[in-house]
């Protein structure tokens, strides 16, 4: 895998990362304008919102990755995706919209039925946008993502600056109608960009056996893998009050910066992936999942020790109000996670290379750890440890899934390949000099 043939693929991913980060700052004024019981419940709605959506990627839009580079099953397989994408997304949605009431008394907060009444109409709107960009990702046209995500986040930006600016204020209703106007907007520009790479039809030779191998175990890892990364916030509200929630929930939404360049990364090795596996050329997976981890770990490692020296804390006091200055402390002990963090791409090996049970058993594993730390820290009422259900998450998948690339995939693989990062920065300004 030589880097500089993918230069302006990596570019282009790159800008649209900077999107997630500099729209990370923007959402930091958000939350200054919302109430921290106001953000909990926005978060909430994203949270459960987004639990729905990685269910329909797993069990249906995957399939447009998996299967699009196979010409007898690519139009079926498309087909199959949005059919199989609507009907999740509003089953599920339509189910917590009945059982609104239910939640409400489960959670012991009466306001829960305000996110309850939202999810389906979010749900709908998320449709188009999620369905047509998982064409762009599968055909590497990152440039094309950066402007739908540019319309999605500039739409969030330009309405969130003029609510501090005129009001230093914002409801729920009003966060929520503006991720309803970007979710809009973004959808039709998805569509627009996406629609000459978009095949439809029955013919072919794929048929549910595929579904049943391949998308049902990975479906079920990634609604598993999605309690400790996205439903944390849920699992909280079981224990702690709506403040304390929304407290931990700002130190999440920034330390989210971290899970979006492990998104990139995966945005970039996954399809690629899934083409050297199938092809048979294992070297090649070998080099793009070494590189991938090694420069994410050196990346993260480095900013890691940076934040916590006064950066994280000048960073939350200048954009956020004094009653969230508690999440300081929760993002510093949350950073501890960017070491394992890298080893998430192997989660995306093992899913092209077909080890779909294993995976599954690995996520199933860690995930119980993770809540087994959830139910301890909530029935002690440990506040200060709460960031520790997700580190436990990340650090028993990272070496579970470790153990097996090394065992059964590459077998020549050692831990020391995490600093081959230096090795080829230095190989390639010597070549640039040359």
């Keep these: 895998m030589k880097l500089q043939h993918h230069i302006s693929t990596i570019s282009w991913t790159v800008a649209n990362k900077l999107l997630y980060v500099i729209y990370g700052f923007i959402f930091l004024i958000q939350i200054s304008i919302l ?40 139009k079926q397989a498309n087909t199959y995706a949005i059919i199989l994408h609507i009907a999740i997304s509003i089953i599920f949605s339509i189910i ?93 520009m998805a569509f627009v960009l996406s629609k000459k790479y978009i095949k439809l039809g029955f013919e072919g030779d794929f048929n549910f056996k595929d579904i049943i191998y391949f998308s049902i175990p990975y479906t079920l890892s990634n609604t598993l893998m999605a309690i400790p990364r996205q439903l ?122 077909d080890y779909h049970r294993t995976l599954l058993k690995n996520v199933g594993i860690s995930v119980g750890v993770s809540l087994g730390a959830y139910v301890i820290i909530g029935y002690s009422q440990s506040i200060e440890l709460i960031p520790l259900a997700y580190i436990s998450f990340f650090a028993t998948l990272a070496v579970l899934n470790y153990n097996i690339m090394k065992k059964e995939i590459f077998k020549s693989l050692k831990i020391a390949f995490i600093f081959r990062a230096f090795e080829d920065s230095l190989s390639f300004i010597r070549k640039k000099r040359g």
């Design 35 to 74: 109430t921290p019981n106001d953000f909990a419940l926005f978060a909430l709605l994203l949270a459960i919102n987004t639990w729905i959506f990685v269910i329909c990627d797993s069990f249906a839009l995957q399939l447009i990755v998996q299967y699009g580079f196979d010409t007898n099953k690519e």
């Design 96 to 188: 917590i919209y009945v059982l609104g009431n239910q939640l409400a008394l489960l959670f012991n907060e009466k306001r829960f039925i305000e996110v309850s009444d939202f999810l389906p109409l979010l749900s709908i709107l998320m449709i188009p946008r999620t369905y047509f960009s998982k064409f762009i990702i599968k055909e590497q046209q990152m440039k094309s993502l950066f402007y739908i995500d540019l319309l999605f986040f500039g739409t969030f930006t330009i309405l969130i600056i003029y609510f501090k600016v005129q009001f230093n204020y914002m409801s729920f209703k009003e966060a929520v109608y503006i991720y309803f106007l970007g979710a809009s907007l973004s959808s039709i």
């Design 232 to 353: 944390d916030i849920v699992i909280l509200k079981l224990f702690f009050d709506l403040k304390t929630v929304g407290i931990y929930q700002a130190a999440r939404s920034i330390f989210r910066l971290f899970e979006e360049g492990i998104n990139a990364a995966n945005t970039l090795i996954y399809p690629a992936l899934v083409k050297h596996f199938k092809s048979g050329n294992r070297e090649e997976a070998y080099l793009i999942t070494t590189k991938g981890i090694s420069f994410v770990f050196i990346s993260f490692v480095a900013v890691s020790i940076v934040l916590p020296l006064g950066v994280s804390k000048l960073l939350i006091t200048l954009f956020l109000k004094s009653s969230y200055l508690d999440s300081i402390y929760y993002f510093n002990i949350l950073l501890i996670s960017s070491i394992f963090l890298p080893f998430f791409i192997s989660y995306f090996v093992l899913t092209a290379a």
